[in-house]
Structure formats: structure tokens, C-alpha cells
């Protein structure tokens, strides 16, 4: 049982122990090919029901093509654990494939804020700092991990921190469960076939919810050579043998940024932005998931490669990236 | 002859904010506004300011044009000092490294608690849900002073927060420390659109330090 | 006619040992032999294993000569998957992703429980005092099935440890799980210069699995 | 008081809030010049009695030039914590430099066994797993961190690790103090004035060791333009504002190899590990660092060209170390 409940409150606890035979039962260390389509990817290891995570945000780096595929598979009863969960919360509630949100930063615009409101998606603030460090225990392999924050707030009430004395100065501390998702999402600058990836820059947790998570899906903007890997290990975000399947997707952090290769789409985040109603969320989910088969075909017909050309020029920052 | 300039309330905000910026210390820069005071700050008054973000940049220099809403993108990651990811930012700030944090806010009591979470209702049926916390509880918490920016509204300045999503003072007077967090830190100054606030050292209560230049203090407290 | 062949008992364990490899799999190296049983079942029998060292090398193909007594330098951190540091190698152990560890010992007692810190007298005045865990007691805690190598002399096959440096199956079933390792681990094989042992899945007690060709038991156990 | 007593045992803590004080009120963030000769850091930097940390061995990118300092120094009663204490903790020990050693591995040769067998030398066994996971607390700032290793072992008895409950599973757990050292040492591949600090390849507890330390030393094969930094974030392993002084030192890392820039000289390797008597030792120090002013001097007498040029041409394997 993978699910909690203290009293009002919910939270997602595997046993340490389940999750390390699942490590060792179920995730091959054979350097296999991997490479799939987003939609066997997303078909094959993302269930209803499944707690997913994902690194970055709707505006920067995010595995968008991969949360767009969730929604045409129409998968139900998600819950989703975001640092940052920005247009991503809003999609995935308007498009009924969510019904539980951990966060982090909850945003934008007036229809998740809404959804909330009308008790249509349930809500847990962990805060930031609270989500990255459930995901460090869960990668980790510990139940808990101790912080000197969250301590005297009221994310503690509604969240399943709990408040331990430390054994060395007696001082009060907050520990947070580890966090084990189902599954967890990750849009990368380079990867192999067999799922190494590289992603340049920050990033918010991914090495952690790569080790943490049950299975893992990596969409790419570039598929390299595995000799890449070895001929350079400090530039590796994440090891092979932790993926389950690599998707290659360029353009996949669309609409957001991906750094260095290509800049936000303001005017498209702006309509996102503007998305209020039902009718305009509805109306948003057909136009850009629903009437395209696939990314490969949202690219061709609904952004073209004339925008995706600008977008690209856009990207003038590059220093560092690589 | 003197210029006359316009400006809104939230310009001035910023501007106040900015001067507030020291120089050769670290800022842990929370989303939005502080985002804007940061760039500004460090291009007009503090260039050696290091600037952190939750996201893992430590010590960018950001550019401009500067995407509004965005964090995290080549924008205010360029130049850093060092590229990580979140656990080690906040590293950074439990340790004891980061001199001031920065926050936007919805609501504020007396005791300098903030509320980034929700207005009205509760918290399962909230009437306005916002974005919560992000990283904005831990800079409350790990920061040695906090500076909070926010519009000078009424219904901004409550007795209690309808959520206390990033800690003040608490209760007032050694609530901080009794409930666990870093010793000797907490707010340290108020910026809204009309004046200047600071809290008192015994009382941990909000007071004015100054107002905006043409109004009286009593339209500002 | 057959070839004769000279052996060490050293190069006799080494060979023992890379036989015990299974490809495909993870394996936590622990230092000095078992480096060495790992270069040389990687070049022999499995090309597709995953070494993991404590110092933060992933998956290095490690080249020779491979200087004796050395850990962490370029040879045995060669064409690796991902160069980090020790809590991150330490994590990937403890989240379950390490299939096999394999160590050294000074000592062994028939649970498998590990001494490589002292032989002799007390922990503050020993006999003699060698190195200590290192990473072996992470090792043996973490990983799913530990792999022991161990020259065959009387005086290192003990009934009690002078030191439990590395945890076997402790004081017998279940004893690991209550003291709270990870649960469905513990020592696999020993590997020694005369024979390979196992583990008895009822009692947890060392059991003879196979002698060197030309001795009989009675000779090894 | 950073010493704590718990009868048999001693272990260096120290209240998150005394070293979040020290990090507020001693540690500059201004971007000051901090070229030092060794003398001067080890002067100022490392005192009588203080709690000394360093990165890797002394086989591979170990801070051996300063280590040699320290003893040149003759600072007495120091306190070492190391995951990999291999001739490192022996010839400190010969200088009469050290009284307390944490480890981790202790090695080599029967120099420093003989000193632990006659009392001269206090070894507390947190092993080296303990060792990172106390420096990862003191970088957190938290006073602890739970494991589930150490459990079980002797380890347990001999160290303050403590048996605390999981409050989520109630499983035993191991938890280990903070650790905040007085002095950290890094020898890095390159550095800039300030401290901006570079290692290629794998290191133990680097920045962690840096952020929970009170003083860093970094010492240097190359220093650089502080423009490098910026120009490539991704490859800073410590900011300029966590060290206080830099050190060029090319060959610092000798007798053993710094990867990539020259490999380890076994015949003084051979040497060191065939020091048994206290004669043995003190002829060896006398040797190597007494008799020579500094690290320069030590090179150019006691190494001497050719062999630096001997070294550094049998340091083939460059792959990755950038």
C-alpha cells in the first residue's frame, strides 16, 4: 500500500524495503536499447492512478510532450509531486487526468486556482525545499530526512511532516517522508539509446527522482552516441541503468525554454495564462493534444517550423551549456 | 527646475527594494517581484551582491529582457558562479550563507508571518488559491533577514493570516527559536508601496521606518 | 597431455572470485583483491557489469597496470558511466540498485560477519590494527548479496570477530532486519584460497559449497 | 565547546546555530584576492588543536604539499577526520602533529598501526560511509542525518552514532552527528584568486566539506582567469565565498597522482610504505619536509625536473578530466 492517511491528510510512503525490491526485482541493469515513441513510452510504464514527477516547470525544461501524451492517453486519477508545477497542474486538472497535486509552486493563471476552489483537485503544500528533500530520502534509501524548516509553519498541518527532536542537541526539527513516485518524467539536452542523459544547467532534483522513482521516462532534444558518455562521466546527469525508456523529442520543453537550444513561446503562454473557463481549457486541450496525433504532429501543425525556427534564433545565451 | 517622473506603486517598490540591497552579501531571491529588485539592485547599486536561486544558480548575473514569471531560465541562470539543483541551494541557506532572502507575499501579520498560500475559506475549500509556498518557507526560515515586498492594500496588512505559509516572528519573542528554526533570523524589513517597515527588536512587531515622500504616516499605517 | 599451470593462493581466490560475477548486474568493488577480481572478471566473463566504487566512479571500465593499493586514481576510474562523490555512490547501495558487494576481511565468523579493523587485545590497545571499514560496512549493509574474500587460514575463520566491523547475518536469522538493515540482504560467498562457501537460508551459518581440486574437505573446513 | 564526551568516546560537535553564527560573522562573501603562500594559510588558517579535513589520499589528488606545511609547522594536537587517511594520518603522527583521528580507512604501513597499538594516536571507526554522511549534516545544517548502515556493527559501539525510530516506519535507523570542521584542505585541478575552485573526476565530500567547514584552503596545480567561472557554471565544484585562502601549488598532490596531470611516484610511495621505526620516520621527515624551507624548494631539491617531467608524461589517461 503505497497510499497513507492521516487523518484529513494523504501522502504518498513506500516501506524503504518495498521500494528496494522493486529496485532489485524490476529495473534491469542490462545496457539495452530504449529508445520508443512518446506513446508506447507513456502507454507501457504511466498508469491511472500512478503518482508522477517531473523535473523543471511548463516554462523552463519541462517534459511538456510527455505531460501532452498523458493527456491523450487520458490517463485518470494522477497524482502529481511538482517543485514547480505551472501550466502542467492546470492541463492535467482540466483534462481530468489528475486529481492530487504536491507542492512546491502552485500555478498559473485563474483555472487551477479555481479547480482548488471547487475541491475538483486535492492539494498538499510540502513547500519546495519540503518536495526536494522527500525526493533526496527517496533516492537515498532512508524513510525520512530531518530540515530546519517547514518548523512553527502551517504547511506542517496540512502536510505529513512531522516534528522529531534531535537525538544530539534536543532541538526540534521537521522530518519529511521519502518520496518514491511511480514514475517520473525528465526532459534532457543529450541521451543514449540506453538512457543515459545529460541535461546542462541547473536542475531542480533530477538525479534524485531518477534514483527514487519506479520508473523512469526520458524525453531528449538530441540522441548522442553511448561513447559520449563514457568519454566524458562528470558531464552525465543521469546513468542508463537508471531509465526505463528514452523518447526523442525535439522541441518536447514546448512551450517553455529549453536552455541553449531554443527560448519560451510568450504569445503561447500568454493564451495558457488567459485560460479561465472551462470552454477556453477545453477548447486549449483539443487545438493542442487532442486533434494531433502525436508531438511530431503538434510540431508540424500547430507550431511550424517557421516559429520553431525564431525560437530557436531566440536562444542566444549558450555560454555554459554543454 | 525640478523633472517631474512618474512612476506606480509597484516601480516603487522595486526601486525601495533595491536600495535595500548590501553590498558584498548574499541574496536568496524568491519569485516575482524580488526577481526584479535583485537585477535592478545589482546593475544600479550592489554589482558584487550574490544572488541565489532556489533552482540551483548561484551567483548569476541576470540579463535582461528579463521573461516575466519565469525562473530557472538562461536569463537569471547567466554567469553563475555555480550551477546545482535545489537540496544544495537550500544547503546554502541552512548553513548560514545567505545574509538576506527576499519574498513577495499576499497577506502579512504584525509579526512579519506570510501567506502565499490562499484567501478566505479554508484551507480544503479556499475562496483564492495561490501558488503557495514554493521555495519561499525555507528562505523565511534559513535567511538571516528577510525582506518582504508587497503592495500596500488593507486587506494585505491582517492581525492573522489566513495561512502562515513562510514563518515570521510566529507569536512574537522567542517563537522562532522554540519552534526549531535557525537562531537570530527573521524578518527584518517590509517594502510596500507606500513606506518602509522594520520590526521592533523586543516586540517583534512590524513598525514604520518611513514613508513615502508626500504622504503622512497616517495614510500609510 | 595437459599443460601444468602454477598458482598463487591469491591468484587461485582472484580466479574463484571473477567466476562469481554475473553480467548485467551491479557490483559494489570494495578495495584491494576484490579490486583486482573485478578488473579481471570484467576482461574474462563479463563485459556488461556495473562497477561501483566508493569513491564515486559508476560503471568504469578500469584499465591496466592497475597500481597496487591505489583507489580512485585514473585506472580504475576509466570510461565510467558517471564520475560523483561518496554519498551519491553511497546512495545508489542504499536505495537497492547494488546487486553484489564485494570485500576483503581479516577475520570471518560463520554468519558472515566481517573484522578488517583490529586482531587481538582491546579496540583502544590492540595487537595490531589495520584499516577499518573503509566503505565495507555500507557495503555490507546496502548491497543485496556480499561476496567475501578471504585468505584460508585458521586464525581468520573465527567463532567471534574481534571486531564486527561489517555486518554478516549478525547472531543469526533476522537479526539483520531488526537491527534495522535493509531486509533481504546479507553475505552470499566466500571465497578463500582452498574452497567457496555458502550461506545456509534456514541457520545463516557458513556451509562448504565446493573444495579446490586436490584437496578434501576435511582439509578446508 | 566543539568536543564532546560520551565516557569512552570523544567527538567533535557543534550546534548548528555556533556554526551558522561563525558562517554569518567570519566568512566573507566579497570577492577579495586570497593568493597565499602555504606558509601564510597555514599559518593563519590552521591552529593548535583544530579539527582538520581533506579531499581523497594521499595516493590520488590529495593536499599533500599543505599536509607537509602543517607538519613544517609543527601544529600540534590536531584532530583528523578522513574517509581515506593513508600515509597522511602516519607522517602526522610521526611529526607528533595529531592525537585524534576519525576515519573512515586507515592506512598504510606499520608506522601508524604500531602509534594506535601504543596509545600514541586515538582512532575513533565512524567508517568512511558515516564520515560523508556527517559532513552532508554539517553542510545542511541540520545536527544529524539517519543511515541504515552502521547498525549492528561494532562501529555503533565505538563512535556517538546513535540508534534513533524512523517516525514514519518505526525502524531502527542509524543516526550520525553533524560534522563541522575547524579547516578543510582541497587540492584542485585549477582556482581562481578569489577561491573559485575546480576538481576533475570523482571527489569524497568536497563541497560538502567546504560549506561545513569554519576555514578552506584550497591549493592549486593551475590558477585561472576568474572569468572561466562564469563562463562555465556547470564546472565549478566550490564558489570563490566558501574559501579563504588559495594556494598555488603545481605538484601539490605529490607523491601521489593528480589525474590527468601526472601519476603517482610508486618508488617514494614504496618508501613511505616501508616505514616501520620511529628512526625510519623521523629521518624520512627530515627528509622531505624539515630540511626544505617549502613546497618549491622540496621540488626542486627532493623531486627535481626530470622525474616532475617523468610523471607528468606517464599521466596517459586525460579522457574526461576537463
Not at chain 1, 131 to 155: E, I, K, Q
Request: proline share 6%; charged share 25%.
Amino acid at each position: 500500500m503505497k497510499i497513507r492517511k492521516e487523518g484529513e491528510i494523504e501522502y504518498r510512503f513506500e516501506h524503504p524495503d518495498d521500494f528496494r525490491n522493486f529496485v532489485r526485482d524490476k529495473r534491469s541493469r542490462k545496457p539495452e536499447p530504449k529508445l520508443r515513441s512518446a506513446k508506447e513510452a507513456v502507454s507501457r510504464f504511466v498508469s491511472d492512478g500512478d503518482y508522477l514527477v517531473y523535473d523543471f516547470s511548463s516554462l523552463t525544461r519541462g517534459p511538456q510532450s510527455l505531460i501532452r501524451e498523458v493527456i491523450r492517453q487520458r490517463r485518470k486519477d494522477l497524482w502529481i509531486g511538482a517543485e514547480f508545477t505551472l501550466h502542467e497542474s492546470a492541463l492535467l486538472t482540466g483534462a481530468g487526468c489528475v486529481t492530487r497535486i504536491d507542492v512546491g509552486f502552485l500555478g498559473y493563471g485563474g483555472y487551477i486556482g479555481q479547480a482548488v476552489c471547487e475541491g475538483k483537485v486535492r492539494v498538499y503544500d510540502w513547500t519546495n525545499g519540503g518536495l526536494a528533500l522527500r525526493m533526496l530520502a527517496g533516492a537515498r534509501g532512508v524513510p525520512f530526512l530531518p530540515t530546519r524548516d517547514l518548523l512553527g509553519s502551517d504547511n506542517m498541518a496540512v502536510s505529513a511532516a512531522k516534528v522529531i527532536e534531535d537525538p544530539y542537541t534536543g532541538l526540534p526539527l521537521a522530518a519529511v517522508p521519502a518520496l518514491n513516485p511511480d514514475v517520473a518524467f525528465l526532459h534532457v539536452h543529450q541521451a543514449d539509446i540506453f538512457g543515459d542523459a545529460r541535461i546542462f544547467g541547473t536542475n531542480l532534483f533530477a538525479l534524485e527522482a531518477a534514483m527514487a522513482s519506479h520508473r523512469v521516462i526520458v524525453s531528449a532534444e538530441e540522441i548522442v552516441d553511448p561513447e559520449e558518455f563514457r568519454k566524458d562521466p562528470m558531464r552525465t546527469t543521469i546513468p542508463y541503468f537508471l531509465v526505463d525508456a528514452v523518447v526523442h523529442a525535439p522541441f518536447g520543453a514546448y512551450p517553455g525554454a529549453m536552455p541553449a537550444r531554443y527560448e519560451i513561446d510568450l504569445p503561447h503562454i500568454d493564451i495558457l495564462n488567459g485560460i479561465q473557463t472551462e470552454e477556453q481549457m477545453q477548447k486549449y486541450l483539443q487545438e493542442t493534444v487532442y486533434s494531433v496525433a502525436d508531438h511530431e504532429e503538434f510540431l508540424d501543425k500547430r507550431v511550424g517550423a517557421a516559429k520553431m525556427r525564431e525560437l530557436r534564433g531566440k536562444a542566444t545565451i549558450i555560454e555554459g551549456y554543454r | 527646475m525640478t523633472r517631474m517622473v512618474e512612476f506606480t506603486d509597484t516601480e516603487f517598490m522595486i526601486a525601495q527594494g533595491a536600495r535595500l540591497l548590501e553590498d558584498g552579501k548574499t541574496f536568496f531571491v524568491g519569485w516575482g517581484i524580488p526577481q526584479v529588485v535583485a537585477i535592478l539592485g545589482q546593475k544600479l547599486y550592489v554589482p558584487n551582491v550574490i544572488q541565489l536561486f532556489e533552482f540551483g544558480a548561484i551567483g548569476p548575473q541576470s540579463v535582461l529582457p528579463f521573461v516575466r514569471g519565469t525562473m530557472g531560465g538562461p536569463q537569471n541562470t547567466y554567469r553563475s558562479l555555480q550551477w546545482l539543483n535545489m537540496n544544495w541551494a537550500f544547503a546554502y541557506s541552512a548553513a548560514g550563507y545567505m545574509d538576506y532572502g527576499m519574498l513577495g507575499a499576499l497577506q502579512i501579520d504584525p509579526y512579519g508571518n506570510i501567506n502565499s498560500t490562499f484567501l478566505g475559506g479554508t484551507y480544503r475549500t479556499p475562496k483564492r488559491r495561490f501558488a503557495g509556498s514554493g521555495g519561499g518557507n525555507q528562505v523565511a526560515s534559513h535567511c538571516w533577514k528577510t525582506i518582504i515586498v508587497i503592495r500596500h492594500e488593507g486587506r494585505r496588512f491582517v492581525p492573522k493570516v489566513d495561512f502562515l505559509t513562510s514563518p515570521g516572528y510566529l507569536t512574537g519573542p522567542g517563537a522562532r527559536e522554540k519552534a526549531g528554526l535557525p537562531a537570530g533570523t527573521g524578518p527584518y524589513r517590509v517594502v510596500t508601496s507606500r513606506g518602509l517597515f522594520g520590526f521592533d527588536d523586543e516586540t517583534k512587531r512590524m513598525t514604520l521606518l518611513a514613508v513615502l515622500r508626500g504622504l503622512d504616516p497616517g495614510e500609510v499605517v
